[in-house]
């Protein structure tokens, strides 16, 4: 059976899965798609978010506008919707922009997620799923990537990140706090229904940005560099839907709701595709020449992140259901043809 040939209204919530869930950062891109599988499974959700990259009109679910860092703001939304349990996508996360600003990211990354755990904690709040990256790897030692790889970041993004693992893991152990941390490879796709997808400001990511050209937004694609050591000499990632992401979230924190403490897994299709595959499949299915020019290597792109283990599967039950790259750009062009502003209107 084609993985495409599922619909996204016909899984089922996993079960015992209860709220109220608090989702900081739930106005972003995979945090609106996991908010609205929530909602679509009956989770009572509520979304926190100040919506300095996310977007009101991604918001499907109560939004209460606050900054994490702010310790009486947060604090206020856990007294007035008493969460349950918590996932937390909230992050500055553009690898570039860490290595010239990485004050920014140990401020916004590592220590407003401690005031996040300490407002958990006060309110006895023992539940986080937490967004975690494939960049916590750092440079591949080999690939595919399982969860046993060395964790050995290279960017002060990967490093916050990696940061944060740790404090969950320290938390875990002193005060029982029971985490996920679900490492991401590359987050693509728009939900099923061509409402929300993808929108940064400004966008850095290969696949909107070719979808762009196709819409005629952009005159050409620049590809980083074709003398990688790979097949076609352009640089390999494993890009997974946002929705088969927001899934793996509601899975993971039903697990920890059951009393599993400690969740560490990638979420990948174990599949992955060059720079010109990804170009040459948005040309079939947009129908349009997209023009691309080979430019030099941008700066600290590994040649190939595929994920490997099968962590997901066996602690979450967790597949991809619309792993295919086709599958993965057909959603994108929908919604980037019908929303030619993303989120924006
Ligand atoms: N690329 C181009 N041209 C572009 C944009 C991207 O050739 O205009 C290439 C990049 O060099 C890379 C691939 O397309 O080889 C994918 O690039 P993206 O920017 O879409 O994604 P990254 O792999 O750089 O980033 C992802 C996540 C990050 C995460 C990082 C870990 O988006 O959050 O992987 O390395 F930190």
Same mark, same amino acid.
């Given at each position: 059976?084609?993985?495409?040939?599922?619909?996204?209204?016909?899984?089922?919530?996993?079960?015992?899965?209860?709220?109220?869930?608090?989702?900081?950062?739930?106005?972003?891109?995979?945090?609106?798609?996991?908010?609205?599988?929530?909602?679509?499974?009956?989770?009572?959700?509520?979304?926190?978010?100040?919506?300095?990259?996310?977007?009101?009109?991604?918001? @499907?679910?109560?939004?209460?506008?606050?900054?994490?860092?702010?310790?009486?703001?947060?604090?206020?939304?856990? @007294?007035?919707?008493?969460?349950?349990?918590?996932?937390?996508?909230?992050?500055?996360?553009?690898?570039?922009?860490?290595?010239?600003?990485?004050?920014?990211?140990?401020?916004?990354?590592?220590?407003?997620?401690?005031?996040?755990?300490?407002?958990?904690?006060?309110?006895?709040?023992?539940?986080?799923?937490?967004?975690?990256?494939?960049?916590?790897?750092?440079?591949?030692v080999r690939v595919p990537i399982d969860e046993t790889h060395p964790q050995v970041p290279i960017s002060p993004y990967g490093k916050t990140k990696l940061h944060i693992e740790h404090m969950l893991e320290d938390y875990t152990r002193a005060y029982g706090l029971r985490a996920a941390a679900l490492r991401y490879f590359n987050a693509a796709g728009a939900s099923q229904d061509g409402t929300l997808g993808e929108d940064h400001q400004p966008e850095t990511h290969l696949i909107p940005l070719v979808l762009q050209v196709a819409l005629g937004q952009r005159p050409e694609i620049l590809i980083f560099g074709d003398d990688?050591?790979?097949?076609?000499?352009?640089?390999?990632?494993?890009?997974?839907?946002?929705?088969?992401?927001?899934?793996?979230?509601?899975?993971?924190?039903?697990?920890?709701?059951?009393?599993?403490?400690?969740?560490?897994?990638?979420?990948?299709?174990?599949?992955?595709?060059?720079?010109?595959?990804?170009?040459?499949?948005?040309?079939?299915?947009?129908?349009?020449?997209?023009?691309?020019?080979?430019?030099?290597?941008?700066?600290?792109?590994?040649?190939?992140?595929?994920?490997?283990?099968?962590?997901?599967?066996?602690?979450?039950?967790?597949?991809?259901?619309?792993?295919?790259?086709?599958?993965?750009?057909?959603?994108?062009?929908?919604?980037?043809?019908?929303?030619?502003?993303?989120?924006?209107?």
């Amino acid at each position: 059976m084609s993985a495409s040939s599922s619909s996204a209204g016909s899984t089922p919530a996993p079960s015992g899965l209860t709220g109220p869930v608090l989702v900081i950062g739930g106005a972003g891109y995979i945090g609106s798609h996991t908010v609205a599988e929530l909602v679509r499974c009956g989770v009572p959700t509520i979304i926190y978010d100040n919506l300095s990259t996310g977007h009101r009109s991604a918001a @499907r679910a109560t939004l209460v506008v606050g900054d994490m860092g702010n310790r009486e703001q947060l604090l206020r939304a856990f @007294r007035e919707h008493r969460p349950r349990s918590v996932i937390h996508f909230a992050a500055k996360c553009f690898v570039g922009e860490s290595v010239t600003d990485p004050a920014k990211y140990y401020l916004e990354n590592v220590v407003y997620t401690h005031t996040l755990l300490e407002v958990m904690r006060e309110r006895g709040v023992q539940e986080i799923v937490f967004s975690s990256t494939c960049a916590t790897y750092g440079e591949p030692v080999r690939v595919p990537i399982d969860e046993t790889h060395p964790q050995v970041p290279i960017s002060p993004y990967g490093k916050t990140k990696l940061h944060i693992e740790h404090m969950l893991e320290d938390y875990t152990r002193a005060y029982g706090l029971r985490a996920a941390a679900l490492r991401y490879f590359n987050a693509a796709g728009a939900s099923q229904d061509g409402t929300l997808g993808e929108d940064h400001q400004p966008e850095t990511h290969l696949i909107p940005l070719v979808l762009q050209v196709a819409l005629g937004q952009r005159p050409e694609i620049l590809i980083f560099g074709d003398d990688y050591p790979t097949p076609d000499g352009t640089c390999i990632r494993g890009y997974v839907h946002v929705e088969d992401l927001a899934r793996a979230h509601l899975a993971a924190l039903a697990r920890l709701q059951a009393g599993v403490s400690s969740i560490r897994c990638n979420l990948g299709t174990g599949s992955g595709y060059s720079v010109r595959e990804v170009i040459e499949a948005a040309r079939r299915i947009s129908g349009h020449p997209i023009p691309a020019r080979v430019v030099a290597r941008r700066e600290g792109d590994p040649p190939c992140l595929v994920s490997g283990g099968t962590r997901a599967r066996d602690l979450l039950g967790w597949q991809p259901q619309r792993g295919e790259l086709e599958d993965i750009l057909h959603d994108a062009w929908r919604f980037h043809s019908t929303k030619r502003n993303g989120m924006r209107g």
